[in-house]
């Protein structure tokens, strides 16, 4: 039997309890990395022609909407951008979170119609995007008295694809804008054919509006299709509310208090003047 001095032995046990701790150590790293893992949700899809047949060099963009520090408000953000390769494939992921938050993935590429799909965020979710022909989407605004409105602003409120697919208005009227002409027309272009849409409207001096619903449940059709050729929006002048936040007790001013106004066909906020008065002009959300 080879003998083991009291140096050597102390040796041996601490070389033993180093590597049982770098295991342990490796043991737990694998397993925080699978949680971390496992912790992610993901959106994957494929950008595909009307026939089916993936599509390569599509832009693809994830817009993240999450809940405003105004009630009935959203913070819109560009997350993340992909350009698909020949299979057509995209794949989006984001950690999970209890944070109420809505996804909405856009598809574009030069000849052929928008599209997107919608993903509430909580769960892996998988749709292909189908992009069509383009068709465009035309009207005119006009006053009370019938008479066209140049230069009003025309903004897509919401839409709704053939397949149910949602397009939140926080995300469609930052991205999709127009104005109207001399005559009061305006043009969008490259629509998907089977779309259906909400309009929303904007002009200093006239009432900030959207057509909208509120009682249409997501993913129902709307009013609006591309080719429909009697679109006419009517912008009324506005009407004001005015008035002054104050203290109670003291009556004095208040500023920097934000303000909502609510109504049956839209909801904004506003921010009132340093001096505590506010004039609102309404934002349609």
Do not use: C
Not at 36 to 59: C, H, M, N, W, Y
Not at 174 to 182: G, I, K, N, P, W
């Amino acid at each position: 039997m080879i003998g083991m001095n009291r140096e050597t032995g102390l040796w041996v046990i601490s070389a033993v309890l180093f590597v049982a701790a770098l295991a342990r150590a490796n043991s737990a790293s694998t397993q925080n990395a699978d949680s971390e893992k496992a912790k992610q949700v993901t959106f994957t899809g494929k950008v595909i022609d009307a026939e089916g047949r993936p599509l390569a060099g599509a832009t693809v963009t994830f817009h993240q909407m999450t809940t405003g520090k105004i009630a009935s408000t959203y913070d819109v953000e560009l997350l993340k951008e992909a350009t698909t390769k020949a299979d057509g494939a995209f794949s989006f992921g984001v950690a999970e979170s209890t944070v109420y938050r809505q996804g909405v993935i856009i598809a574009q590429k030069e000849g052929l119609a928008i599209g997107w799909a919608y993903w509430r965020m909580h769960a892996d979710q998988h749709h292909d995007i189908a992009l069509g022909q383009p068709k465009q989407l035309t009207g005119v605004v006009i006053d009370e008295s019938d008479n066209p409105l140049a230069d009003a602003t025309v903004f897509i409120a919401a839409g709704t694809t053939g397949d149910k697919q949602h397009l939140p208005g926080p995300v469609s009227r930052q991205l999709l804008r127009t104005s109207t002409d001399a005559a009061g027309r305006f043009t969008f272009v490259g629509f998907p054919a089977d779309a259906t849409f909400e309009f929303g409207l904007e002009k200093t001096a006239y009432a900030t509006m959207t057509s909208t619903d509120e009682y249409r449940a997501m993913g129902d059709a709307l009013q609006f299709a591309p080719g429909q050729g009697d679109i006419r929006l009517v912008m009324p002048v506005e009407a004001k509310i005015e008035g002054t936040v104050v203290e109670k007790g003291s009556g004095r001013p208040v500023a920097g208090v934000a303000i909502m106004v609510e109504g049956s066909r839209m909801r904004g906020y506003f921010q009132p003047e340093p001096a505590g008065s506010q004039t609102p002009r309404g934002h349609s959300g």
